[in-house]
């Protein structure tokens, strides 16, 4: 038995960068041996400055980063000790997914503008079960994350920032997750609605027992979130405790 859900091992991620006019290019290492574990009820925040390497970590742990070398490796049940993703069938991973869900830091972007709230929610739970009571499930789920049933009948663009995001985790939710990764979720935000959002994840911390993998740059928001911090320059980890 073991209670890490999330281990990164020495991962390496390569982007290219083309030159102007497309002439010659270079490769750029945006993570260079980044090695992390993220244990059950926990939350490890990664900082840094921008350009530090955070969302590509971020997606490296979602396994939506191909990585040049090293590993990135999910428990793929409770207790169960983490496995490669690479060594892993498709089938395997794609029963996996929905324990390791983002959060990320444009909500709207995050949503396909011709949804509504109903829809995706509703394809969220048909991910997880063939057959759902989505008046019942969809309700509970808007209703956790603070939206009223008015709000299942709005495209993105009829939602606030909050509220989209609001969404955002309610899909995320609907997958019956053990992990979010969360990238700078609360950046687009205002202040106010950051707080809200804020206790909603503590919440749902405390209640669901969920893990997070936090990208954030904001030290108040690390200070009252994490249990661990990870610091991240040029694609290395630098410091955190």
């Given at each position: 038995?073991?209670?890490?859900?999330?281990?990164?091992?020495?991962?390496?991620?390569?982007?290219?960068?083309?030159?102007?006019?497309?002439?010659?290019?270079?490769?750029?290492?945006?993570?260079?041996?980044?090695?992390?574990?993220?244990?059950?009820?926990?939350?490890?925040?990664?900082?840094?400055?921008?350009?530090?390497g955070k969302s590509t970590l971020a997606r490296a742990a979602l396994g939506l980063e191909r990585l040049v070398s090293g590993s990135v490796s999910w428990s793929l049940a409770p207790g169960?000790?983490?496995?490669?993703?690479?060594?892993?069938?498709?089938?395997?991973?794609?029963?996996?997914?929905?324990?390791?869900?983002?959060?990320?830091?444009?909500?709207?972007?995050?949503?396909?503008?011709?949804?509504?709230?109903?829809?995706?929610?509703?394809?969220?739970?048909?991910?997880?079960?063939?057959?759902?009571?989505?008046?019942?499930?969809?309700?509970?789920?808007?209703?956790?994350?603070?939206?009223?049933?008015?709000?299942?009948?709005?495209?993105?663009?009829?939602?606030?920032?909050?509220?989209?995001?609001?969404?955002?985790?309610?899909?995320?939710?609907?997958?019956?997750?053990?992990?979010?990764?969360?990238?700078?979720?609360?950046?687009?935000?205002?202040?106010?609605?950051?707080?809200?959002?804020?206790?909603?994840?503590?919440?749902?911390?405390?209640?669901?027992?969920?893990?997070?993998?936090?990208?954030?740059?904001?030290?108040?928001?690390?200070?009252?979130?994490?249990?661990?911090?990870?610091?991240?320059?040029?694609?290395?980890?630098?410091?955190?405790?």
């Amino acid at each position: 038995m073991t209670d890490v859900l999330l281990e990164l091992r020495d991962a390496v991620v390569e982007h290219r960068r083309e030159a102007l006019f497309g002439r010659g290019g270079s490769t750029v290492r945006a993570l260079d041996g980044v090695s992390l574990t993220l244990r059950s009820g926990e939350v490890v925040a990664v900082v840094g400055a921008s350009g530090a390497g955070k969302s590509t970590l971020a997606r490296a742990a979602l396994g939506l980063e191909r990585l040049v070398s090293g590993s990135v490796s999910w428990s793929l049940a409770p207790g169960a000790a983490p496995v490669d993703l690479a060594r892993l069938s498709t089938a395997d991973v794609r029963a996996a997914r929905p324990r390791f869900q983002p959060v990320f830091q444009d909500p709207k972007a995050s949503l396909d503008p011709r949804w509504t709230a109903r829809a995706t929610l509703r394809e969220a739970l048909a991910a997880r079960a063939a057959r759902v009571d989505f008046e019942r499930e969809g309700r509970a789920l808007l209703e956790r994350v603070g939206l009223e049933p008015g709000h299942l009948e709005r495209l993105p663009h009829q939602l606030s920032g909050g509220e989209a995001q609001r969404l955002c985790i309610a899909r995320a939710l609907a997958a019956a997750p053990d992990v979010l990764v969360l990238d700078e979720p609360v950046a687009a935000l205002d202040a106010s609605v950051q707080a809200q959002v804020l206790d909603l994840f503590a919440d749902l911390r405390r209640d669901w027992g969920l893990s997070y993998l936090l990208i954030a740059h904001d030290p108040r928001l690390v200070d009252w979130m994490a249990d661990r911090v990870v610091v991240l320059e040029q694609g290395r980890i630098t410091g955190g405790n």
